[in-house]
């Protein structure tokens, strides 16, 4: 089981603005930045935000993510059809069993 | 643009090593800014990280608790690539293996290679 707790899936209409909700512990997400990426079957992951909130170079700015405590979430406004995708939350880990650890993955369905 | 392109076969047989190779275009493995990890992802475990190697005036290994005595990641400056061996491989090694790098600049795995689909059967 994965360390970090996402929903398995959300969904939503074209337009429309989702989240989804990414939850840790004070050893990963509660001391270290959040990561999101997006995953399509049979590609590499793209990474879509770092240290919480930030955009690399090319992710439309309707990707946005925030961190509070120990959650962290990430939106998507004006939902298309190719935003239905994986989605990973992902954050280092202070303890000496592992460096990085991930969420369980939510499927965004775009109805 | 980094690029990350894996190789290495699909079907292993228990007990025996499963071998992966990541080659890197666009970045050496022997930057001072950058650390290769290998990570796996399966059904039942969902995302994994295994380990990471990077070079800070000499090389470092990091590995996971979980596969610390099975796992070596090495690095290859003459091809300018990293691989992974996994030894007294079972059918719970089963799992698409990605290697992706984390840039120090931004502090998070910024790059993957396209995944490998690994089956450990006889």
């Known amino acids: 089981q994965s360390v970090l707790t996402q929903p398995p899936s959300a969904s939503g209409t074209p337009g429309q603005r989702v989240t989804i909700s990414c939850s840790g512990s004070?050893?990963?997400?509660?001391?270290?930045?959040v990561n999101w990426y997006q995953h399509l079957p049979g590609t590499a992951p793209k990474l879509l935000i770092y240290s919480n909130n930030q955009r690399p170079s090319g992710v439309p700015d309707r990707f946005s993510g925030s961190k509070s405590g120990t959650s962290a979430s990430l939106a998507i406004s004006g939902l298309q059809s190719e935003d239905e995708a994986d989605y990973y939350c992902?954050?280092?880990?202070?303890?000496?069993?592992?460096?990085?650890?991930f969420g369980g993955g939510t499927k965004l369905t775009v109805l | 643009q980094v690029q990350l392109q894996q190789s290495g076969p699909g079907l292993v047989k228990p007990s025996q090593t499963l071998s992966l190779t990541c080659a890197i275009s666009?970045?050496?493995?022997?930057?001072?800014?950058?650390?290769w990890n290998w990570i796996r992802q399966s059904p039942s475990r969902g995302l994994e990280w295994l380990g990471r190697?990077?070079?800070?005036?000499?090389?470092?290994?990091d590995y996971a608790v979980s596969v610390k005595s099975r796992l070596t990641i090495n690095p290859d400056t003459s091809k300018n690539q990293f691989s992974l061996q996994l030894n007294s491989v079972t059918p719970e090694d089963t799992a698409v293996y990605y290697c992706?790098?984390?840039?120090?600049?931004?502090?998070?795995?910024?790059?993957w290679g396209q995944g490998t689909l690994v089956t450990v059967s006889s």
């Open positions: 992706a790098r984390i840039s120090d600049y931004i502090g998070a795995i910024d790059y």
């Open positions: 004070s050893s990963n997400i509660g001391s270290n930045t």
């Open positions: 992902a954050a280092w880990d202070d303890s000496l069993n592992v460096f990085v650890v």
């Open positions: 666009g970045d050496s493995v022997s930057s001072n800014s950058a650390a």
């Open positions: 190697t990077y070079y800070r005036s000499k090389w470092f290994n």
